[in-house]
């Protein structure tokens, strides 16, 4: 089993529509992340959380919110989807504690579609 | 500009090939940089990771940072089938430790090696 774990896998969608990604994770880190991933842009972050007392606004968080709900869930809505919100989805996470690499650590992802 | 950029290729080579990819930079505080490795329609994993200048080999793989040149290389030898995936350079000007190493992706170079 994958230690993050990405649902829906894939998902088409209407304008407007609201939208949850969820993320779930084995590994005991504290940080996750949502990230988005387009052709020729690389990856972006959306939003990322140190624990589950705090979020934090990423570089492209306009359209999205989160919720972290415990240690090993973090999900990410979109309350009214709009086309340009076409893209790949992914949740990682990583350790917390000083030292280490802040290596992150990725689910497979989530191809969201709004038409 | 971006901070960080990345030839998207895409980039074919026989098996065999020694393989180059690149990423300039634009941050003078960058210090940490890491390649991350995509298979089709899975998240990127770590491959490399380097602090400051030099050189770090693993097996088949050398990352290279020249950072008065602001300048990453990834090179692969005597590359298989089974590098092909897309490559994405990321940097950061501080470890993952107790504050945030907010991660910049390069936009991902597509590398086919086909036998």
């Known amino acids: 089993d994958a230690d993050v774990t990405q649902t829906p896998r894939n998902r088409i969608t209407k304008t407007g529509k609201r939208i949850m990604l969820e993320c779930s994770q084995t590994?005991?880190?504290?940080?996750m992340y949502w990230y988005r991933q387009d052709p020729g842009l690389g990856l972006q972050l959306i939003y990322y959380?140190?624990?589950?007392?705090?979020?934090n606004k990423g570089e492209i968080s306009d359209g999205y919110s989160v919720s972290r709900q415990a240690q090993a869930k973090f999900s990410l809505s979109l309350e009214s989807a709009i086309p340009n919100q076409t893209a790949l989805y992914f949740c990682?996470?990583?350790?917390?504690?000083?030292?280490?690499?802040?290596?992150?650590?990725f689910g497979e992802g989530s191809r969201l579609t709004v038409l | 500009q971006k901070e960080v950029e990345q030839d998207p290729g895409p980039l074919s080579v026989p098996e065999g090939a020694i393989v180059s990819l690149n990423c300039t930079y634009s941050?003078?505080?960058?210090?940490?940089f890491m390649w991350y490795r995509q298979y089709s329609r899975k998240g990127p994993e770590l491959l490399m990771y380097?602090?400051?200048?030099g050189n770090k080999e693993d097996g088949r793989f050398t990352a290279q940072v020249d950072k008065s040149s602001k300048y990453i290389s990834l090179f692969i030898r005597d590359s298989q089938p089974s590098d092909s995936a897309t490559y994405l350079c990321?940097?950061?000007?501080?470890?993952?430790?107790?504050?945030?190493?907010?991660?910049?992706f390069g936009q991902g170079t597509i590398l086919t090696v086909h036998p």
């Open positions: 990321a940097m950061s000007s501080n470890a993952g430790g107790t504050s945030y190493g907010k991660l910049t």
């Open positions: 380097t602090y400051s200048s």
């Open positions: 590994k005991g880190h504290d940080r």
């Open positions: 990682a996470t990583s350790v917390g504690t000083s030292g280490n690499t802040g290596e992150l650590f």
């Open positions: 959380s140190f624990d589950v007392k705090d979020i």
């Open positions: 941050n003078s505080a960058f210090q940490y």
